[in-house]
């Protein structure tokens, strides 16, 4: 069986595989027993006199049976192992159910057996591989023209390697998904193999694959149904802004609003100046902890697909800060990029400002860093991503749009979509289309994943702990 990485790694004896079941022949067995359960199921109710007076304490047992043994044939067509975990606790739950029985609680008892069902064929989770930082780091460096390649490097993401480790995929996993953000890293001539690789790997775990920010030039590598063992539907969500670093110049009626951003702040003493975040001192470190705090929803980290973590540990490297003060030298705002393409690419991880901060903060700051990729010969520049810049620019929108538009807005207290891509759009820099491809019979399954895994606040560390990646 193909693991999630090549590299050796210890797994608990609850994490273990027991019972492999993605074979044709536990397949038709599930099948037969879901059959003859509902057989009898329906003989019973027939026998009990339905509809005129059914007898329901007769017909719950099988009722309650038919329910087991659903919930395991639906694992097994799922292809999902059992661990000695799965099997472990679903014994303490036919235990306790028994006991439950002899102390004639059977409705507690029935729903214990219908739990332990479940319980045996849950999906199992791949471990997050932060020791694997480095190496993907170096991947990352030889990736090119891909803006999101850096957020592929994430403490809690789950990688898989081909076997020479030239080329990678970045994925976590939740609720019998993996879930890849953005697109393979590395070598690009190995991302077929790769893909096939991945996809018989998450097969053998029973996992299910969904894509969430692939680009437009990597949809063919998830376009065959048979290797992946389903098809996905590409559904497009946004686009990469991406600046032209040695055409970017500013001038014409088009940029007036970038250029009267930067005038305010020049106007109002702002300096600004970029430090490696591996050489922050405690002291400066301290001061950007406070800005990060302050902005809002600082004290928490989320996000998954377009995102770094670990802000100001200096756990990667290639980041780079760019921090605005004002006229008393006090810290405003900070930009964190990295680097990517040995170089040739720049992207903006993540903007923090302090409440009042003058405005044009942000202007300044990209623009300053545009300036600085200009002079090391840097290509692109990545601002962030795009989402759904469509709805957003259209004037008279249908009553579909208009839908989605609000349904957006639902999502505001965790990041104003709009006012980020009104931000964004003074640039002039939309670039190509990003998807997410998921299986349409999925759809409520798999938007609870990646809502939960984009969206779910994790509290941010505020010291550097060990060494960086």
């Known amino acids: ?116 069902g479940l319980i045996l064929m849950w999906p199992t989770s791949a471990p ?81 694959i969904a894509i969430l920010g692939c680009s437009e030039r990597r949809l063919s590598l998830w376009g065959d149904p048979h290797s992946l063992g389903h098809s996905l539907r590409a559904i497009a969500v946004g686009r990469d802004v991406v600046v032209d670093v040695q055409a970017f110049d500013m001038v014409g009626r088009k940029y007036r609003n970038l250029r009267q951003g930067m005038q305010r702040t020049h106007n109002a003493g702002v300096t600004t100046e970029i430090v490696d975040e591996r050489g922050l001192d405690g002291g400066l470190r301290a001061e950007l902890q406070q800005v990060m705090e302050l902005s809002h929803g600082g004290r928490f980290e989320r996000g998954f697909s377009m995102i770094l973590d670990g802000a100001l540990l200096g756990r990667y490297a290639g980041i780079r800060l760019i921090i605005a003060r004002d006229d008393r030298g006090v810290v405003q705002g900070f930009h964190r990029y990295a680097t990517t393409g040995g170089g040739t690419d720049i992207s903006l991880d993540v903007p923090w400002r302090r409440p009042g901060a003058p405005n044009g903060i942000d202007e300044r700051l990209t623009i300053d860093m545009i300036a600085l990729a200009r002079t090391e010969g840097a290509r692109r520049l990545s601002l962030a991503f795009a989402a759904f810049p469509e709805i957003f620019a259209e004037q008279d929108r249908t009553r579909v749009q208009e839908l989605c538009y609000s349904a957006i807005h639902v999502l505001d207290p965790l990041i104003a979509l709009e006012s980020l891509y009104r931000y964004l759009r003074k640039f002039h820099a939309l670039g190509d289309r990003r998807y997410v ?5 999925t759809v409520p399954l798999v938007a609870f994943a990646l809502l939960s895994l984009e969206f779910t606040p994790r509290l941010r560390p505020k010291t550097a702990a060990g060494a960086p990646a």
């Open 1 to 116: 069986m193909l693991e999630p990485s090549a590299a050796t790694t210890h797994v608990r004896i609850a994490e273990r595989i027991a019972v492999h079941s993605d074979s044709r022949p536990a397949r038709l067995v599930s099948a037969a027993a879901v059959l003859l359960v509902a057989g009898w199921l329906v003989l019973l109710v027939a026998h009990s006199g339905y509809p005129k007076q059914p007898d329901f304490d007769e017909i719950l047992w099988p009722l309650t049976v038919l329910l087991c043994v659903g919930f395991i044939a639906r694992g097994i067509f799922l292809g999902r192992p059992v661990t000695y975990g799965h099997a472990a606790w679903a014994g303490v739950s036919v235990l306790v159910a028994l006991g439950a029985g002899v102390l004639q609680f059977e409705h507690a008892g029935d729903a214990l057996v219908v739990a332990a």
């Open 128 to 208: 997050a591989q932060p020791e694997a930082l480095a190496e993907v780091g170096a991947l990352v460096d030889r990736t090119g023209d891909d803006p999101l390649a850096a957020f592929a490097m994430h403490s809690l993401k789950s990688y898989y390697f081909n076997a020479d480790r030239t080329a990678a995929i970045a994925y976590r996993t939740r609720a019998g998904f993996a879930v890849v953000g953005g697109d393979p890293i590395g070598d690009e001539s190995r991302f077929p193999s790769l893909v096939q690789e991945f996809a018989a790997m998450c097969r053998s775990h029973g996992w299910r």
């Open 437 to 441: 491809l998921v299986q349409m019979s």
